[in-house]
């Protein structure tokens, strides 16, 4: 298990804004919406259902 490492709360919002803002590219780039992310966040043990188009 991965322990992070306390920071300043500047650093650790700067970091978070970067990271979703990579996913966040990455989603779009494979044609998903931020929709579809935060389902695919959800429960796990459910089976993301693919959106109409």
Do not use: C, S
């Not at 992070?4 to 970067?18: F, T």
């Not at 979703?20 to 966040?41: E, F, N, P, Q, S």
């Amino acid at each position: 298990m991965l322990v992070a490492q306390a920071q300043p709360p500047r650093e650790y919002a700067r970091r978070l804004r970067a990271f979703v803002t990579r996913v966040l590219a990455d989603a779009d780039a494979a044609g998903l919406t931020v929709d579809d992310v935060i389902a695919g966040l959800g429960d796990p043990r459910r089976q993301a259902q693919p959106r109409e188009h």
